[in-house]
């Protein structure tokens, strides 16, 4: 641990941290240590052995009565007048506190330090050590040293506090808890413009000093605080001390962000299941057996160093218990506020929450949070094994629960947005900004992504299959090609099923929601039922059609399938091997199509040119052969006409003279013969 930084306070009789008692009484050089005893170097013989812990101290009746009335109450109350054998197993701070206490009685100089002030301090309480006996007794002391120095020290502070946890209840009750808690969290709190003092901050990834050893980190004028200077230094207490030290920093304000963010930095410490598979916490993983007081070993001394793996029953019951504890803690302190900590680290505390049979309300609280952010999973931290005896290998209940919380979350904010308060609308004004249909969309690839692993779990029920799969409403999903996917997988795994209950499985799935290479693999798999590829080849020949009437337009077609394009390469992450190769073999033959389809496409064109060109030259040649019979007959006509108009030129003179003389001319009738 820390020696204290021992702070000069001039004009106080404790001086550096070294005081003793003004009255001297037995002359003495000091003690000295005899095997398992302590002795006063004095020419006095001793007349009173005091045991504490084992040891055994062999010292004077009178320096200790003069100043302890526990010690006058036990010696003077006994009837024995013979006593001259005490026995203090119960005194706070053992052997090592009663030494300090029994050397000021006899006048020695004690040195005060941050180490050894708690118990000191608590010691001098049991011992009844008060100004009554004698004016600047040893309470008075120590709790001078304790006001005056420790709590205006940053690592005294933490020091102290670390020191009390062998002194519950003593320490709580002399506010000593309290006050480190207090004194921790003004300083968390401060600007960190103005830390002038030194602290530990997170250590580097190589290997690095323990906690103790980092005495010279105080800040330069210059240099920059981060604001989580304070994690480190705050990471080593026991999580009731840490619990207070939080609650503290919490009613003065700190942002919600910075409280989270230290739980995540404290967990990995006390809970290494939670990084046990190396894939969260990033940094925190490798220095979470960095520090503690021992000065030979990397692991926590008093902590709950052990790594959660396996069944319940590998779990020792009083680590199981303390863990427990822990978790429990770390459950009612995280802020309430949506993304104080992240998706991963409440799912990871989740499934110890599970393995440890953590309380079910805190457990219920704990999914609700999940849900409010269940976007942000990912389908390794979904993976929650079952711990229940013949069940699935994975908790499908448990994800089935976190998709309920999400969707009533999202119902919620949508409903009621008007309803919530200032801070709230706040808190959540990040993720509402446009983002329920795509957090919902997130969600959907992550269920089919979820569903296609656990579909190959034998004991997974069609009902829990089904159930999940139809949770999300129809608007989360634009494309089905996941939820196929899984769904083949489930075939696969099951091939038992009966020919209605593959029928059940598959109207989960809208084929219309397929892209053409799922439909293509699908009309090709001999596990679906013969109704569901009847529609798979009409929904693909929907497409093909729609595909072959917009192919003319280029720019068009590619700006409509190129996000396809990126979705199902999307789609196709994480499958097995096999089944690739499946989409690989039909996204060929789809190919194959494509280009014979065009090569028809080109000869059609081709013909039809052809046909044209034909066409063309016919009409010529008919109209050829009309114009020559009906050019000749028409050039006689014409030259008729002429003749016919130059004769009437002629005669024109002469007409009207005859005219007249017809009509001066009697008719002449016709006699009938009959």
Same mark, same amino acid.
């Given at each position: ?289 960095? +520090?503690?007081? =021992? /000065?030979? *070993?990397? @692991?926590? &001394? ?7 793996? $396996? ?103 949508? +409903?009621?947005? =008007? /309803?919530? *308060?200032? @801070?709230? &609308? ?7 900004? $446009? ?103 009409? +929904?693909?020949?929907?497409?093909? *059609? ?129």
């Amino acid at each position: 641990m820390w020696e204290s930084e021992t702070e000069s306070v001039g004009g106080r009789d404790y001086g550096n941290g070294v005081f003793s008692s003004s009255k001297h009484v037995v002359k003495t050089d000091g003690f000295e240590l005899r095997e398992e005893s302590w002795y006063v170097a004095t020419d006095i013989p001793s007349d009173l052995l005091v045991q504490v812990g084992g040891v055994n101290f062999h010292l004077h009746k009178y320096p200790l009565l003069s100043r302890s009335g526990k010690m006058n109450r036990i010696i003077y109350e006994s009837r024995d007048t013979d006593l001259n054998k005490i026995g203090l197993d119960e005194l706070p701070g053992g052997p090592d506190a009663f030494e300090l206490a029994a050397k000021f009685c006899y006048g020695i100089a004690v040195d005060l330090t941050a180490a050894n002030i708690s118990g000191l301090r608590c010691a001098a309480e049991y011992l009844e050590m008060t100004e009554d006996l004698e004016e600047g007794n040893l309470i008075f002391k120590t709790e001078a040293f304790l006001s005056y120095v420790v709590l205006s020290s940053w690592r005294d502070s933490i020091v102290v506090l670390k020191s009390c946890e062998k002194l519950s209840p003593w320490a709580e009750n002399l506010q000593i808890v309290r006050r480190c808690s207090e004194s921790i969290a003004w300083k968390a709190c401060a600007n960190p413009k103005g830390i002038r003092w030194a602290y530990t901050g997170k250590p580097p990834k190589v290997s690095s000093p323990k906690w103790n050893d980092m005495k010279d980190l105080s800040p330069g004028k210059n240099q920059h605080v981060p604001p989580d200077w304070w994690f480190e230094d705050v990471s080593i207490l026991r999580i009731d001390h840490f619990v207070r030290v939080v609650t503290a920093i919490k009613v003065k304000g700190m942002r919600f962000e910075l409280i989270g963010a230290a739980i995540m930095h404290y967990a990995p410490k006390w809970l290494p299941g939670l990084i046990s598979d190396g894939t969260w916490a990033g940094d925190e993983g490798s220095n979470c057996s960095n +520090s503690n007081t =021992s /000065s030979s *070993s990397n @692991s926590w &001394k008093g902590g709950l160093h052990m790594i959660v793996a $396996g069944t319940k029953d590998d779990l020792p019951t009083v680590q199981a218990k303390d863990q427990r504890m822990i978790i429990e803690s770390l459950i009612s302190i995280i802020p309430p506020q949506k993304d104080s900590v992240s998706c991963s680290f409440l799912l990871r505390l989740l499934r110890m929450a599970n393995l440890l049979k953590v309380a079910p309300a805190l457990v219920t609280e704990l999914e609700k949070r999940v849900g409010m952010q269940f976007e942000q999973a990912t389908l390794a931290d979904l993976l929650i094994p079952s711990y229940n005896k013949n069940d699935t290998m994975y908790d499908v209940d448990l994800v089935q629960r976190l998709l309920e919380h999400f969707l009533v979350q999202e119902q919620t904010e949508t +409903s009621s947005p =008007s /309803s919530q *308060s200032f @801070s709230d &609308k706040h808190m959540y004004e990040v993720s509402q900004r $446009g983002s329920n249909p795509n957090a919902k969309m997130r969600v959907a690839r992550l269920v089919d992504s979820y569903l296609t692993e656990v579909s190959r779990d034998r004991h997974l029920s069609l009902t829990k299959f089904q159930v999940l799969a139809e949770a999300l409403p129809e608007s989360a999903r634009t494309c089905d090609d996941g939820l196929y996917r899984a769904i083949d997988s489930y075939l696969k795994a099951h091939p038992t099923l009966s020919e209605h209950e593959r029928k059940r499985l598959c109207r989960v799935m809208d084929c219309q929601k397929l892209s053409i290479d799922a439909c293509m693999h699908a009309a090709q798999n001999e596990r679906l039922p013969l109704r569901v590829v009847v529609q798979v080849l009409f +929904s693909e020949q929907v497409k093909i *059609s729609n595909a072959i009437a917009n192919s003319s337009l280029k720019e068009t077609s590619e700006s409509h399938f190129q996000p396809v394009i990126s979705n199902r390469k999307t789609l196709l992450e994480g499958t097995p091997q096999s089944f690739q190769e499946g989409w690989t073999a039909a996204k060929k033959d789809i190919n194959t199509l494509k280009f014979e389809l065009e090569t028809v496409k080109a000869k059609y064109l081709e013909l039809q040119n052809d046909m044209e060109n034909l066409q063309r030259q016919f009409d010529k040649m008919l109209k050829q052969k009309q114009t020559s019979a009906w050019s000749s007959g028409w050039k006689k006509l014409s030259k008729l006409t002429k003749m016919t108009t130059l004769e009437n030129q002629d005669m024109g003179p002469q007409l009207p003279i005859a005219a007249e003389q017809a009509r001066k001319t009697p008719r002449r009738w016709r006699n009938s013969i009959s």
